[in-house]
């Protein structure tokens, strides 16, 4: 597995890098087969640190955690308990995945945008209808099934997924509602 560790303003020490690979390592090799790389960051806030990780399998989905702490080395273990516990919860799914799967996900290129916010204000009406475009950025939309969509979801710890269905082929979305179920949008 390739490892990115790197810290926001901080020095990240080789010990810490040492310690990060190893205990990173035995975590998702115990539950996950073959993940391919993982993404580590370290930040500080205030008094905490922040320690953000992400982790792409062989199977095409990605489990992210994050956890605060005001040592840095507790951040870090924070993070892969909750990484662990994710992986731990849908062991069983993901290798049924991986099994089922012939081919690796297959991803489609996307734009995604970020648009300027808008003040809303009561006696001001607004100079036009379009929005402003403050950012743009490639993104990729996998194709998967529902079930694997709503996996995808719950590990990367979003609030909602676009997806290509395999089965149909059209593009749908899994969201989180307020009443914690799970809703699919198939147009």
Request: net charge negative.
């Amino acid at each position: 597995m390739r490892y990115q560790i790197s810290g926001k303003q901080i020095d990240i020490g080789e010990a810490l890098q040492t310690h990060v690979k190893q205990e990173l390592g035995v975590a998702v090799d115990k539950y996950a087969e073959r993940p391919t790389d993982a993404n580590i960051i370290f930040s500080r806030n205030a008094h905490e640190y922040v320690c953000e990780a992400t982790v792409h399998l062989s199977t095409g989905l990605t489990a992210q955690a994050k956890a605060h702490a005001t040592e840095i080395y507790a951040a870090f273990d924070g993070c892969r308990d909750k990484m662990e516990k994710q992986l731990r919860r849908y062991k069983r799914r993901l290798k049924d995945h991986h099994r089922d799967r012939a081919q690796p996900v297959e991803l489609s290129g996307a734009s995604s945008y970020i648009l300027a916010s808008t003040e809303d204000s009561e006696d001001s009406e607004p100079e036009t209808l379009q929005p402003m475009i403050i950012a743009e950025m490639e993104t990729t939309v996998p194709s998967l099934s529902v079930g694997e969509a709503v996996m995808q979801m719950e590990l990367a710890g979003a609030p909602l997924l676009v997806f290509r269905n395999e089965k149909s082929g059209g593009i749908n979305i899994v969201h989180r509602r307020e009443d914690g179920n799970v809703g699919w949008i198939d147009p």
